[in-house]
């Protein structure tokens, strides 16, 4: 049997290697194409038991088990407790914090009593004539009139003194009225002008003042005369009377008898 040379389709000096190559990847790819024709349907189901066969082993492949954790026997609890109360008797107390002391209020001093101011004394001024006190004022009370010979109230005082003794103002003010009173006799109303009016009665007639004559303290307005009926029983006198703000007061508040 002859022996045929390697390159026998392409036998051309150097090209033989090149040719021969290429003929025989043609070969394999051909062989290998007829081979996947012919068995690829084995290869297939070949393919497919194997992943199936590996399927089921994954599926019915124990689970690992896993390790429960330890149960603490009863003499592990114990021990755990007993070192709990141990560790509890040997921690340190907090000590207790001290209350920092309260200060004490401080004392009050007590006010020092408030003196009372004395009142202002009230000035009297001299009575409008000298003389004692001959009948007191009486408006809360009942006198015995000799003259009339009977109780009744008296709205002013009567000094005593001499027909014809001056008789001066009190204060100063203006002359509101002169009359006649049929009980009092001759009178002058003398108004100061501060809500007080002073009543002069049992005057002499012969007077020095008319209505509307304004008058300083000391003054003259008139002298002690008898013309008082209702008075008549009595010793001469100077009948005085003092109203404050419409009001009979006692005159003795507000003026100071001078005796001769």
Not at 27 to 33: I, L, S, Y
Request: aromatic residues 8%.
């Amino acid at each position: 049997m002859g022996i045929r040379p390697l390159c026998q389709y392409y036998w051309r000096g150097d090209n033989c290697m090149e040719g021969s190559n290429k003929n025989t990847f043609a070969h394999w790819k051909e062989t290998a194409r007829r081979f996947l024709r012919e068995k690829g349907l084995y290869v297939a189901a070949l393919a497919g038991l194997a992943a199936a066969g590996g399927g089921l082993w994954l599926a019915n492949a124990p689970a690992k088990e896993q390790t429960p954790a330890p149960t603490p026997t009863p003499a592990q609890v114990s021990l755990s407790q007993d070192q709990r109360l141990e560790e509890a008797k040997t921690s340190p107390t907090p000590a207790a914090p001290n209350p920092s002391p309260s200060p004490l209020p401080a004392e009050e001093t007590p006010a020092p009593a408030a003196t009372p101011v004395p009142k202002p004394k009230k000035e009297k001024a001299s009575a409008p004539v000298k003389g004692t006190l001959q009948w007191p004022f009486a408006m809360d009370e009942l006198v015995y009139s000799e003259t009339l010979g009977q109780w009744m109230t008296h709205s002013g005082i009567d000094i005593a003194a001499p027909k014809g003794t001056a008789v001066y103002a009190v204060w100063g003010g203006r002359v509101d009225r002169v009359y006649t009173d049929d009980a009092l006799g001759v009178m002058v109303e003398l108004d100061h002008g501060d809500g007080r009016i002073s009543v002069y009665g049992n005057l002499d007639p012969d007077l020095p003042v008319e209505e509307g004559q304004r008058l300083q303290a000391g003054d003259l307005v008139g002298a002690v005369g008898d013309t008082a009926v209702a008075e008549c029983g009595a010793a001469a006198h100077l009948h005085y009377e003092l109203y404050v703000d419409g009001k009979a007061v006692d005159p003795l508040e507000y003026v100071l008898l001078i005796e001769e």
